[in-house]
């Protein structure tokens, strides 16, 4: 395959839409964005992960690099292991197998914090949408900025998107994809803020030894979006992997040098974290 003709799509997370990737695409303007059912300008999709990823499949070209941010990262993971033709390589930006924390898994959010979120939802819709953008931001040296480009950026909370959202609160709330991360063969691209307050850093270690063929780099200074922090230098790990073609003695991809600033990682083991441990 030709591999400057991999068709890059962008994915973003929770109560945002496609216009938060505006930075990134100025600097990777080859890439196209959807909006995740039911955000945007989204029709709705049902009520499973699945049926949000069904929605997303008929979109998108075969032999995509699907690059997901936090829940977009659970839907390209979905994706990749339910239609692999669709998904040629995944670039995972602040992603998690599971959101929330269980006995097994503490490199989460816990619980309770989501749930008081989804019941805040229920009654003060705007408030918790910005609220959940502040977390997001959180650790950032560019907090400011990152909070300023995120609240620009969400799916309002309105008549025609608020089922959606609820919904989609619901997914990070029950979906856990560590039992199927083993049927992701396609090679894996994690970026992950150091300092991310909403998602632990453990959580893309663990996915980055777990993949077949996953690599990690985490970027200091950062939060939950190194895409609005650090707009270049994510476009810049994005286009190199995405035209990547020199392979290593067992076929699996070499990896380019970081950015500067930026620490790569092949993945170490995060026992404690595993499933079943």
């Not at 049902?46 to 069904?54: K, Q, T």
């Not at 659970?74 to 692999?84: G, K, N, S, T």
């Amino acid at each position: 395959m030709n591999t400057l003709a991999r068709p890059i799509v962008l994915l973003h997370g929770w109560g945002l839409s496609s216009k938060v990737w505006a930075p990134l695409q100025a600097e990777l303007p080859a890439a196209s964005a959807l909006d995740l059912p039911g955000h945007g300008s989204a029709l709705p999709a049902g009520d499973s992960l699945a049926a949000w990823a069904e929605a997303l499949v008929a979109q998108l070209p075969d032999g995509a690099v699907l690059v997901g941010w936090s829940l977009g990262a659970q839907l390209a993971l979905h994706i990749a292991a339910q239609h692999p033709h669709k998904a040629a390589r995944l670039v995972l930006i602040a992603a998690t197998p599971r959101f929330v924390q269980a006995p097994d898994w503490p490199a989460a959010l816990p619980a309770a914090t989501l749930a008081d979120f989804r019941a805040d939802f229920d009654t003060t819709p705007d408030a918790t949408q910005r609220r959940f953008t502040a977390l997001q931001a959180m650790g950032d040296s560019r907090r400011r900025d990152v909070t300023a480009a995120l609240n620009a950026a969400l799916t309002p909370a309105d008549d025609t998107h608020r089922a959606a959202l609820a919904t989609g609160l619901k997914h990070l709330a029950d979906t856990d994809l560590r039992a199927s991360i083993g049927s992701v063969h396609q090679p894996v691209r994690l970026i992950h803020g150091a300092e991310d307050r909403l998602m632990p850093a453990a959580a893309a270690e663990w996915l980055a030894d777990t993949l077949p063929d996953g690599r990690l780099s985490v970027f200091k200074d950062c939060g939950h979006a190194p895409l609005l922090s650090r707009p270049a230098d994510c476009a810049a790990l994005i286009q190199a992997f995405a035209t990547e073609a020199t392979e290593g003695p067992q076929g699996r991809a070499l990896p380019s040098p970081p950015p500067e600033g930026v620490q790569g990682n092949l993945g170490r083991p995060c026992v404690s974290l595993r499933a079943g441990h």
